[in-house]
C-alpha cells in the first residue's frame, strides 16, 4: 500500500493510474477506522481497479465547542487495517497541507445543510462539502464511495455532485452495525461500559419504529410516539432530535412510505450519537 501526504504526491498518483487506465475508488474518512469505514473499501473494490482511502480530520467541521482535539486517532493501527483490507493508496495529509495560511473560501451545502444535523452542528456541512470538494479535486474519482450511517452526509454530497455536475459515481453503503444493533462509530470509543450499554437504545427506537411502520402505522407522529416510548427506558440518554424525513430533501413528512427516513441523535454521558433507517429496509 502507497502512502501519500502531499497533494502533489496524490495528483501524481491519480494521473498515473488513469494514464494506466485504472478506474479509481474513494473513500473518504476521519480515521480511527472500524468495520464500516472497510465495507466501504469493499464497496469501492467491487466497483473499481484502485482504490483510495484518505484519513482527515477535518478541522472545518467541528463546532468550537466540539470533539476536534479528543477525536480518536490512531494512524499505525488505520494503516494496518487499510493494508490489509487491500487499500492500494493511503492518503494521510496536515491540516497544513489542506488548508494553507490564508484559505477562506468554502462551500455554500443549501437549505439542507440548516436542518436536523445542520441545525445542532452550524457549519458543520459547510465543513464537510469543503473538504469533499477538495478531495474529489484531488483524487479525481470515478467512484467514490459513503456509509448511510450519515445519510445527511450522503445527501449532501450528492446534491453537490448533481448541482456541480461532477463526473464521480456517489455509492451508499449500508450501516454495519454491532451484534446489538448499535451502529459502529469511531466516537463509540468514547463510551463508557455503562453507556455502551445504553447506547443500543437508539437502534432499538429505530427498529421499533419499523415494527410499527410494518404493522401498518404510516404516520410520523405514530411512528415518533413510538420511538419516545422505547427512549424512555433509557432515561440518562437525551435525545436531540427525532427526524422523519423525505429521502430527498431531508423535509419532515406526516405520511411515510418505504423511502422515508427516520434519524435520530441522542447524547449519552458527553457522547453524542447519530442513527437512522429507510422504513422499507429496516435494521439491516
Ligand atoms: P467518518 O470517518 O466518521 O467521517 O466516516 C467516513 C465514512 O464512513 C462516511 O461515509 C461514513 O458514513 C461511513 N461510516 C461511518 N460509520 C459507518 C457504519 N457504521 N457503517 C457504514 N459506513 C459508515
Not at 67 to 86: E, H, K, M, N, Q
Not at 109 to 130: C, K
Request: hydrophobic share 40%; glycine share 8%.
Amino acid at each position: 500500500m502507497l502512502e501519500l501526504t502531499s497533494i502533489a504526491d496524490l495528483r501524481a498518483w491519480s494521473r498515473a493510474e488513469r494514464s494506466a487506465g485504472r478506474l479509481i475508488g474513494f473513500v473518504p474518512t476521519m480515521g480511527y477506522l472500524h468495520e464500516g469505514h472497510l465495507s466501504l473499501v469493499d464497496e469501492a473494490r467491487r466497483r473499481t481497479d484502485s482504490v483510495i482511502l484518505s484519513i482527515f480530520v477535518n478541522p472545518l467541521q467541528f463546532g468550537p465547542s466540539e470533539d476536534l482535539s479528543r477525536y480518536p486517532r490512531d494512524i499505525p493501527r488505520d494503516r494496518a487495517l487499510a493494508s490489509a483490507r487491500g487499500v492500494d493508496a493511503l492518503f494521510v495529509p496536515t491540516v497544513a497541507a489542506m488548508y494553507p495560511p490564508g484559505s477562506q473560501v468554502r462551500l455554500s451545502p443549501g437549505p439542507i445543510a440548516d436542518l436536523w444535523e445542520g441545525a445542532a452542528r452550524p457549519g458543520h456541512f459547510t465543513g464537510v462539502l469543503t473538504v469533499v470538494a477538495k478531495l474529489f479535486h484531488l483524487v479525481e474519482p470515478d467512484v467514490a464511495c459513503f456509509g448511510q450511517k450519515d445519510v445527511q452526509q450522503l445527501t449532501l454530497v450528492r446534491r453537490m455532485v448533481r448541482d456541480l455536475d461532477w463526473p464521480v459515481e456517489i455509492v451508499a453503503a449500508p450501516t454495519v452495525r454491532e451484534p446489538d444493533g448499535l451502529a459502529l462509530s469511531s466516537r463509540n470509543a468514547y463510551l463508557n461500559p455503562e453507556d455502551r450499554g445504553r447506547a443500543v437504545v437508539l437502534s432499538r427506537a429505530l427498529h421499533a419504529a419499523h415494527q410499527a411502520w410494518r404493522g401498518g402505522e404510516t404516520r410520523a407522529t405514530g411512528l415518533e410516539a413510538r420511538m419516545r416510548q422505547e427512549l424512555g427506558r433509557e432515561p440518562t440518554v437525551a435525545v436531540e432530535y427525532i427526524s422523519i424525513a423525505d429521502p430527498e430533501t431531508l423535509e419532515p413528512v406526516d405520511t411515510t412510505d418505504e423511502r422515508t427516513v427516520v434519524s435520530i441523535a441522542a447524547r449519552i454521558g458527553g457522547t453524542r450519537l447519530i442513527d437512522n433507517i429507510q422504513l422499507g429496509e429496516g435494521i439491516r
